[in-house]
């Protein structure tokens, strides 16, 4: 049964610093691996989504990396901004195109 | 604007009674699924279907009924014998046929049962 392990759970971070948010996954056999974005109350907004054979994507400020064999993918977002405050998931799709979802990082990013 | 779209937003419900949640996308997707958020947990699958007429259990969905008569509309009742109800509902869909399989969300129905 895939697992899928977020780390940290929180981070507080002073705007303007470079920060890490990380995801493992237990099975290695995926489609894809998505980086969502929640805010409170609200549904999920896709960040970025690494297919299988890819090892990183980027957008904007956001940069995802995929290591399928070790069961690991980073978050990098440069030069946090207080808008940037939210929880991120990582989601992994598997076969029957089951997608396993970890609990998430709590991000804020203090003025 | 294409898009995934759940009402009401927030919903109060008495014990015992069965309640519906609507889901409808335009995004021309084959696949679409039923997700449950409570705090300090990942999201967890109630049932998901890939094509119309056909829905398959997922973790958790004892409790719960779900139709697919139409490409765009997969609701979700929530009945009676579901033992914690109270939580927020997500709706999701994806195109089934090609990669990448990028999941596509609505923005949730809050549910109360009291």
């Known amino acids: 049964k895939q697992e899928v392990t977020q780390i940290p759970a929180a981070l507080s971070v002073p705007e303007g610093e470079n920060l890490v948010l990380n995801c493992s996954f237990t099975d290695s056999a995926i489609y894809n691996l998505q980086w969502f974005r929640q805010d409170p109350g609200k549904g999920l907004t896709s960040l970025l989504l690494?297919?299988?054979?890819?090892r990183e994507q980027t957008s904007g400020r956001l940069n995802a990396s995929l290591d399928k064999s070790s069961g690991r993918s980073t978050l990098y977002i440069a030069a946090s901004q207080p808008g940037d405050s939210a929880t991120y998931l990582c989601?992994?799709?598997?076969?029957?195109?089951?997608?396993?979802f970890g609990i998430g990082t709590k991000l804020q990013v203090i003025p | 604007d294409g898009g995934i779209t759940q009402s009401p937003k927030y919903l109060f419900r008495k014990e015992g009674q069965n309640v519906t949640l609507s889901c409808e996308q335009n995004l021309n997707h084959d696949a679409m699924y039923w997700y449950r958020q409570d705090p300090g947990q990942g999201l967890r699958l109630i049932y998901y279907?890939?094509?119309?007429?056909?829905?398959q259990k997922g973790d958790i969905a004892e409790g719960y009924s779900v139709s697919r008569e139409k490409k765009e509309s997969f609701p979700l009742t929530v009945t009676s014998a579901q033992k914690n109800p109270t939580a927020f509902y997500l709706c999701?869909?994806?195109?089934?046929?090609?990669?990448?399989?990028?999941?596509?969300f609505g923005p949730g129905t809050r549910l109360t049962v009291t």
């Open positions: 999701a869909s994806s195109n089934r046929h090609t990669g990448p399989y990028e999941q596509y």
């Open positions: 989601a992994v799709t598997g076969g029957y195109q089951k997608v396993t």
């Open positions: 279907s890939q094509i119309v007429n056909d829905f």
């Open positions: 690494i297919q299988s054979s890819q």
